[in-house]
């Protein structure tokens, strides 16, 4: 039996409410400032809340101090029936100068212990790496927790935090879906290879989205964080943000090592965005991925790095293995390749022949006409390909070469959908262009863009 959901936004209409009868609740209070003693008292609302087993509670921008946090951690440990909770604390006063209110609510929430389900937002806060620690000890008495997803972007947990998070979480041994959001939190190689040792102990865990960006864990660090993750080896699902984390070579391809372990993967998306691979860690994380032999999906953006024509064909052999990749996005943005890197890029392509979707970006890379028609002739092997997003702003392809591009899409005999993204090259013909795209056999949608569009 679905139960009524009951709905409060104020606080004193809360208060005066029948608490036995609330089984699914949500409270929303955000910017109402009601501080550390309104929080009291809701949280002693709540743990009269006897049947209570839903609850979101989105409290966000109330200036709630470590005390308020610690009063409201100790009430929801009361709520002993609490089987579901979305708890929104982003942009209070949780910082790290009592560093008692993250360890104190997560000491209340383990006391819930049969909360499956928990989605906790911190954002906007400083906890320091006394309180993830805190907070990740907490976490681990919840045992029966099988879906987490904890957001604790820009709070200095530094290293130390979150060592001490990825070891109390590690504890939660039927988790099977997580989300973390640890981006811009000063972690380095100590934080990150804690961080995957901890991982590494979720044996049931299928799906994990981890967002580190903005942090400084480079090579070690990389190495270390994927070395745990390969202990999950029923990870099917994996999107890890790493972008902008002075990774270089030896690191990316030691990520590429490490993935080959995760043995039931078959979907992944990797940001790398703004790191120093060069040529040797694109090929080395080719590399690797070429290995997960069950990859069925793959995201892969490595915009803003540098590497040529080694790093291209290596990527594109490593990738090319992957015999049962049917979904690729690959986003090679502002990597400022060299003419003979251009010519790589297609024969690359050319590798991905079991391919059925592809968005291929390359914006910025001042590719003129031997890298487009090259890229053509890379198109014209993907022959099973019903899907292509082609993404070419801001280069230097002109109306002839565009041309001979869309000729090779014709040998795609299968190729249904098409968006084409032109916008800042030497086009001045649009008209014939988009013409001949019309031509494509069993084209069902296009979509082209350029200046005059």
Known sequence: MIQEEKCFNCLEEFLDSTFQSHQVLYLGMSGNKMGDEGVSSLGSGLEKCTNLFNLTLNLDRNKIGDKGISYLGSHLGKCTNLSNLTLNLMDNNIDVIDAVGAPDLGFGLGKCTNLSNLALFLSGNQIGEEGASGLGSGLGNCLNLSNLTLNLYGNKIGDKGTSGLGSGLGKCKNLSNLTLNLSDNAIGVEGASGLGYGLGKFVNLQNLTLYLCNNIIGDEGASGLVSGLGQSTNLSDLTLDLSNNKICAIGASGFGSGLENCTSLSKLTLDFRYNIFGDEGVSGLGYGLGKCANLFNLSLILSGNKFGGEGISGLGSGLGKCNNLSNLELYLNDIKIDDKSKSDLGSSLGNFTNLSNLIFCLSGNEIGDQGATSIGFGLERCTNLSNLKLVLPFNEIGDETALCLVSSLRKCTNLSNLELNLIG????????????????????????FDDQW
């Open 425 to 448: 090259n030497k086009i001045n013909e649009p008209q014939q262009l988009k013409v001949n795209c019309l031509k494509l056999k069993k084209l069902v949608f296009f979509e082209y």
